[in-house]
Structures are given as C-alpha cells and as structure tokens.
C-alpha cells in the first residue's frame, strides 16, 4: 500500500481513507515537478481526479464510521447539524452539537443557537448532558425573550434543579432558571429558586439577590401570594411571602410602608432580608424625611387646555386629602395658571422662592422652553413629554399619557403571543407618526414587523382605506389584468392578503365601531385586533359597543377596574368629572401627586415601581415615567378584563458574584 494510505503501520478505515482520496485532487497538479517524480503508471492513473472523486463517493455510499467533529466548524446551523447527522457516536454528536450552541451564543447568534438546541437530534439528551442543554437552553430563551421556549423549560424544572451543574456554574446556573421562570409567567417558581441560591453560593452577592427577589415578589398579585403563604413551610419564603402582603395593602403612604418594613424586621430578626434589606424598602423607610413640603402646580386654567388642566388639578387634589400619611401643617400646594405669562419666566421666578417641587407644565411648547436649560435647579416634574430626540435636562422628571406608551405594550402582547406580521391602521398626522415609530421599533424587539400601513382622516372613505389595508383592491386589480390579457370576463371572488396575522387599529370609538365590522366584511375576521385606550369611551355602552366585539385593548386601571375608592368618592363629589378622557386625565394628576413623594425612589432603585392609577409606573435613567397597563376584550359589548403579560425580567442581571457572559457556559466547557 502507498504509505500516503499508512496509519502507524495499519490500513485506514474507508472514512479515514475518504480525505486521503479527495487530496489526490490537488496532488496530481504536483506531478510535473520534479520532487514528485513517481512511476509512469501512478502517475497515469493519478493523473484523472474523476477517478478520485469516483471512488471517494463508492467509500461514502458504502458506509462510514464517522466524522472528525473535533476539527470541524460549522458557521451554520445546518452545517452544524449535517456534520453531527453523519457521526454515528451519539454522545459525539451531541456534544459537538452543544459545544457549538455555546459558540454560537458567545458569537450573539442565539437564533442559530436556538435551531441546534430545538433541533431533532437534540431532543433526547444523553443523561450526562441533560444539565448542559438545559443552561444553553435557558440562556437563548431569556437572551430572545422567547417566552414560548420558556414555558417548554419551565415545564421540566424543579426548584433545586440548578443544583445539579458543577459548583462554579451554580450561580449561573440559579440565575438563568430564575430568569427563565419569570419570563415563563412563574415569578413565585423564580423567587423560590433565588432563595435556594442564596442558601447553595455563599460567594453570591446577597444585595442583589434580595432586590430581584422583592422586584419579584411585586409582580405577584395579593389573592396569589396570600394562597402560597398558606402552602409554604420553608422559613425564609414564608418570610418573604409575608412581607410582600404586607407592603401590599393598597393606598399606604410612606409612613405607613416604613411601619411595615419595621414591624416585619421586628417579626422576623433571623431572616436574611430583616438583617439586608432590599435598597427599595431601604429606600421607602428613609424617604418619609425628604418628602417636597412646598409643592407649586402650574397648569393651564384657560385656553384651549383648560379642562385637562382643571382635570389633572382635581386629581392632584383629591389624591392629596385622601392620603392620610400627609403632614397637612408641614405641606403647602400653591396652584399657578401657567397661561397667564411666558413659562420659562414662570420658572425663573420659582426658582427665587422657597419651592422644594413643581408639577408642570402640560404644554409641549412650554415644556420645550425648559428642555432648552442645560439643568433645572428646581426639580420639576413635568405633565409631558420632550421629543425624543431632546435630552432633558438634570432636574427634569417627564410624566404623562403617552401613546407611545400604549404603542409598546401592544407590540409587547403581539411578540408574547408570536403575532410578527401585522397590518396597522391609524389616523395620519404627528400623533400618528409618533404612535407608529414607537409600534415598529418595539416590535423589531421581538421579531415582528409591520407589513402594510394604512393612514387615514376623519373624513375619509373607511370601506376603501379598509380594502386598501387588506388587499382587496390590488386583488381586484389582479383579476382585471387578466381579463384584459386573455381577453374574456372570468369569475372573481376578492381575497385579502394572506400573510397578516393580526391587526392594530388605531381610531377612536366612532370611527373604531365602522371599522371592526369592515374587518370581517373583507374576509379577515379571523385576524386578532388590538387597540390603544382611544378605542374606548371609558363608558359602558354595550348597544353601541358590540360592534367592538373581539377588539383587545389597553388602558388603565382608573378605567378598567372594578373597585377604585378614590374613583368613587371623586364620582360622588364631581359627577361627570371622572369618566372618559377626562377621568383618564383626572387618574394622572392622582398619579402626579403620588409620583411628587416617589421621584428619589424610582431614580434610585432600578426596577422600582408604584402601582399608580394610570398603571404600573417605572422610570427610565433620563427620568422620563414609563407605564404599563392593564388588558381588556370587548365581549357581548361589554368590557372584560384579561390577564396580564407575565413581565420581563429588568435588563440587570441576576448572577451577583460573576460577569455577564453571552454564553450560559463559556468556551471549554464542554
């Protein structure tokens, strides 16, 4: 035998001969030098690389034992599922198949990632790589925020699972299974799985684990917590449990939140969190003392805006003489009518005078005026938002009923129940534009996009802007083109457009009520709609409303919920003034006077929230409010509440004693 063909004095087997018979190829093209001189008939029969190729190819039919994985890389997902389907070695192909997920998520691939760890040959683990798997696995569904993937993982996982690696991926390994659990919609599972990590890595930062625990325990509803109270026998869930229906009594100011934090220490003196608490009670205990004491509200009180002016004071207001953790002696609210001079010239007044906070102003142009300062030597909190393009100055909070607000949360409910194709309908103009760039970039996070846009005015034609929207009209045109062509009448049925999977309709309730039913007159009755607030009325109308049927829509919770006491002891003293757009704006004003006492808590503590009357309220590091609110259904014309979105968990990551990496296991792992 050639001893090209030699292994350590044995005969290759046919796979290990393959690669020797493919090199034939490039060494024919060596045979007219000198130094490759061979006999005439090697050459002669080396001289045809057919011949090669045909006998590499009667090796590969004629079965091989496996591939070289180890110098093998793949840059594809189906490179690397090709190779790993010729190996016959199952653990090999695996573990090739593992290790070259992880490479792919250190590379940000984690949609190639995915397709490995999704894929066919992966589904059965081998015993000894089940742990493995299932951290890749847990990391490309948190780093996509694929909840559907979570859900699937979630599935399999019990409380003490995270255990089961090597003890220096402990704590990355509780971490990504907390992660995963929230995102799956299980935030108690999550919860009790930072507890345990706590307990198994002495090494983790115990600050952190107790903020994202409580950031947790937040998000879990009353009735929820006070069942898994009575269920739990462990000391410190028991413990955290009691604290989060505790702090969770609605309507408790400061003092009375500090009180509970205090009493709970008192209860509780050998509990990890009594002994460090998490920085957000840390924070509310201490915040009873910087409370602003003189607080000027400026607002317009003539001219166009009047009626939200007077309707955010009213709520201001009343949220003040509700709120009995006032020190009414020490707190002075003095009202401005911001319309009665230049408000730049307003602010520079205030500033001479002993003002701890002002609320205001709600105009875009007054508000602009501020954003030119390069800062606010008075912290204001202001009824409005800058253009995003401005960067607001230090000093300046932002707080408002955006609809770019709304716009996101829509996108965030299409990408949570996998809706990426989407056809948009929305009234033309600024406030239109705004709504759709904040639509499109929020669902660009998720995967989704927007596949056709139709704009309108109050005036137009809604049958034809509808057909336009579905592709009914370019079907029509379709079928004339042929008729033109073939020269004969042909039977046509119009079609909408197939590749939409939801719509989002953006109109308010009149113009909303024409265009539902045109929906389902032009075949896309079986696409989901979704809406902002402005498609409802704030007002129970079930004759006119059933038009909306099937419609899903955010708004808020001074809207939607059933029970709001300040909503109805505000009814009772101003009749009319808390319903509709105005009540919406009422509830803002509500929230303003709760946020005037919250501003250090939201800037300090990241993942901080108040569960406000216009929804959840977060705050971005530019100090601008963010909300989220709740979900109905029009059914029957009337409003139903639905459940809602599990949360996300905040950008910061759980693992407290080890850096951030893209991949669940770095390189060398496996």
Same mark, same amino acid.
């Given at each position: &035998?050639?001893?090209?063909?030699q292994?350590?004095? +044995?005969?290759l #087997?046919?796979?290990?001969?393959?690669?020797?018979?493919?090199?034939?190829?490039?060494?024919?093209?060596?045979?007219?030098?000198?130094?490759?001189?061979?006999p005439?008939?090697?050459?002669?029969?080396?001289?045809?690389?057919?011949?090669?190729?045909?006998?590499?190819?009667?090796? %590969?039919?004629a079965?091989?034992?496996?591939?070289?994985?180890q110098?093998?890389?793949?840059?594809?997902?189906?490179?690397?599922?090709?190779?790993a389907?010729q190996?016959?070695?199952?653990?090999t192909?695996?573990?090739?198949?593992l290790?070259?997920?992880?490479?792919?998520?250190?590379?940000g691939?984690?949609?190639?990632a995915?397709?490995?760890?999704?894929?066919g040959?992966?589904?059965q683990?081998?015993p000894?790589?089940?742990n !493995?798997?299932?951290?890749?696995?847990?990391?490309?569904?948190?780093a996509?925020?694929?909840?559907?993937?979570?859900?699937?993982?979630?599935?399999?996982?019990?409380?003490?699972?995270?255990?089961?690696?090597?003890?220096?991926?402990?704590n990355r390994?509780?971490?990504?299974?907390?992660?995963? %659990?929230?995102?799956?919609?299980? $935030?108690?599972?999550?919860?009790k799985?930072l507890?345990a990590?706590?307990?198994?890595?002495?090494?983790?930062?115990?600050?952190?684990l107790?903020?994202?625990?409580?950031?947790?325990?937040k998000?879990?509803?009353?009735?929820?917590l006070n069942?898994?109270?009575?269920?739990? *026998?462990?000391y410190?869930a028991?413990?955290?449990?009691?604290?989060?229906?505790? +702090?969770?009594?609605?309507g408790?100011?400061?003092d009375? !939140?500090?009180?509970t934090?205090?009493?709970?220490?008192?209860?509780?003196?050998?509990h990890?969190?009594?002994?460090?608490?998490?920085?957000?009670?840390?924070l509310i205990?201490s915040?009873?003392?910087?409370?602003?004491e003189?607080?000027?509200?400026?607002?317009?009180?003539d001219?166009?805006?009047?009626?939200?002016?007077?309707?955010?004071?009213?709520?201001? =207001?009343?949220?003040?003489f509700?709120? +009995?953790s006032?020190?009414?002696?020490?707190?002075?609210?003095?009202?401005?009518?911001?319309?009665?001079?230049?408000? /730049?010239?307003?602010?520079q007044? =205030?500033?001479?005078? $002993?003002?701890?906070?002002?609320?205001?102003?709600?105009d875009k142009?007054?508000l602009?005026?501020?954003?030119k300062?390069?800062?606010?030597?008075? /912290?204001?909190?202001?009824l409005?938002?800058?253009? $995003?393009s401005v960067s607001?100055?230090?000093?300046?909070?932002?707080f408002?009923l955006s609809?770019?607000?709304?716009?996101?949360?829509?996108?965030?409910?299409l990408?949570?129940e996998?809706l990426?194709?989407?056809?948009?309908?929305?009234?033309?103009?600024?406030?239109?534009?705004?709504?759709?760039?904040?639509?499109?970039?929020?669902?660009a996070?998720?995967?989704?996009?927007?596949?056709g846009?139709?704009?309108?005015?109050?005036?137009?034609?809604?049958?034809?802007?509808t057909?336009?929207?579905?592709?009914?009209?370019?079907?029509?045109?379709?079928?004339?083109?042929?008729?033109?062509?073939?020269g004969?009448?042909?039977?046509?049925?119009?079609?909408?457009?197939?590749?939409?999977?939801?719509?989002?309709?953006?109109?308010e309730?009149?113009t909303?009520?024409?265009?539902?039913?045109?929906?389902?007159?032009?075949?896309?009755?079986?696409?989901?709609?979704?809406?902002?607030? *402005?498609?409802?009325?704030? *007002?129970?109308?079930?004759?006119?409303?059933?038009?909306?049927?099937?419609?899903?829509?955010?708004?808020i919770?001074?809207?939607?919920d059933?029970?709001?006491?300040?909503?109805?002891e505000?009814s009772?003293?101003? $009749?009319?003034?808390? /319903?509709?757009?105005?009540?919406? =704006?009422?509830?803002?004003?509500?929230?303003?006077?709760?946020l005037?006492k919250r501003?250090?808590?939201?800037? !300090?503590?990241?993942?901080? #929230? &108040?569960?406000?009357?216009?929804?959840?309220? #977060?705050?971005?590091p530019?100090?601008s *409010?963010?909300?989220?609110?709740?979900?109905?259904?029009f059914s029957?014309?009337?409003?139903?509440?639905?459940?809602?979105?599990?949360?996300? =968990?905040?950008?910061?990551?759980?693992?407290?004693s !080890?850096?951030?990496?893209?991949?669940?296991?770095?390189?060398?792992?496996f």
């Open positions: &035998m050639n001893p090209r063909l292994k350590r004095g +044995m005969a #087997t046919s796979c290990e001969l393959m690669p020797e018979l493919l090199n034939l190829v490039d060494f024919s093209t060596k045979l007219n030098h000198p130094e490759h001189a061979e005439a008939m090697t050459n002669k029969r080396l001289a045809h690389p057919a011949v090669a190729g045909l006998l590499a190819a009667i090796l %590969l039919t079965g091989c034992a496996g591939v070289d994985l110098s093998q890389i793949a840059n594809t997902p189906a490179q690397a599922l090709t190779l389907s190996e016959r070695d199952q653990d192909a695996q573990r090739y198949l290790r070259t997920a992880s490479r792919f998520q250190q590379q691939d984690h949609q190639g995915r397709k490995l760890l999704q894929s040959q992966l589904t683990a081998l000894e790589l089940v !493995q798997k299932r951290l890749l696995a847990m990391n490309g569904a948190v996509l925020k694929d909840r559907a993937w979570a859900q699937q993982i979630a599935a399999n996982i019990s409380t003490n699972r995270f255990m089961e690696v090597t003890p220096e991926l402990i390994a509780g971490s990504l299974q907390a992660q995963t %659990l929230a995102l799956a919609g299980n $935030p108690l599972e999550a919860v799985t507890i990590l706590a307990q198994a890595d002495s090494s983790a930062n115990a600050q952190l107790h903020d994202r625990i409580w950031t947790l325990l998000t879990v509803g009353n009735t929820q069942s898994a109270d009575s269920r739990e *026998i462990g410190e028991q413990g955290w449990l009691e604290l989060a229906t505790q +702090m969770g009594s609605p408790a100011g400061f009375e !939140q500090g009180q934090v205090r009493r709970w220490q008192s209860n509780w003196p050998g990890p969190a009594a002994q460090l608490l998490p920085a957000e009670l840390k205990a915040l009873a003392a910087s409370r602003p003189q607080i000027v509200l400026a607002l317009p009180l001219g166009p805006l009047t009626a939200a002016g007077r309707a955010i004071r009213d709520g201001f =207001l009343a949220a003040y509700s709120d +009995m006032v020190d009414r002696k020490a707190t002075r609210i003095r009202i401005v009518n911001s319309k009665r001079r230049p408000f /730049r010239e307003l602010y007044e =205030l500033t001479k005078q $002993p003002v701890d906070l002002l609320v205001g102003p709600l142009g007054a602009a005026e501020l954003g300062l390069p800062s606010l030597p008075l /912290r204001t909190l202001a409005n938002y800058l253009p $995003p607001a100055p230090a000093g300046l909070y932002q408002g609809a770019e607000d709304e716009a996101r949360q829509i996108a965030d409910r990408g949570a996998g990426k194709r989407v056809l948009v309908i929305i009234p033309s103009g600024e406030w239109g534009d705004r709504v759709e760039i904040a639509l499109i970039e929020q669902m996070e998720h995967g989704g996009r927007i596949i846009t139709q704009r309108f005015f109050r005036e137009d034609n809604l049958r034809a802007v057909a336009d929207l579905l592709g009914i009209n370019a079907s029509r045109d379709r079928a004339i083109d042929v008729e033109r062509t073939i004969l009448n042909i039977e046509f049925e119009a079609r909408r457009r197939q590749d939409a999977q939801a719509i989002v309709m953006v109109a309730p009149d909303a009520r024409q265009l539902n039913p045109l929906f389902a007159f032009y075949f896309a009755g079986d696409l989901p709609v979704y809406a902002p607030s *402005i498609v409802y009325a704030g *007002i129970t109308a079930p004759g006119r409303d059933r038009d909306l049927n099937g419609v899903i829509f955010t708004d919770p001074w809207v939607l059933e029970k709001n006491p300040l909503r109805d505000a009772s003293q101003l $009749p009319g003034a808390t /319903r509709g757009q105005l009540g919406r =704006l009422f509830a803002m004003g509500a929230d303003a006077w709760h005037s501003l250090p808590l939201l800037r !300090q503590v990241p993942g901080a #929230t &108040m569960d406000g009357q216009t929804g959840i309220l #977060t705050m971005t530019s100090g *409010i963010r909300r989220y609110q709740r979900w109905a259904r029957s014309g009337n409003v139903e509440l639905l459940p809602a979105i599990p949360a996300s =968990l905040p950008e910061a990551d759980i693992n407290a !080890q850096p951030q990496t893209k991949s669940a296991i770095a390189g060398g792992a």
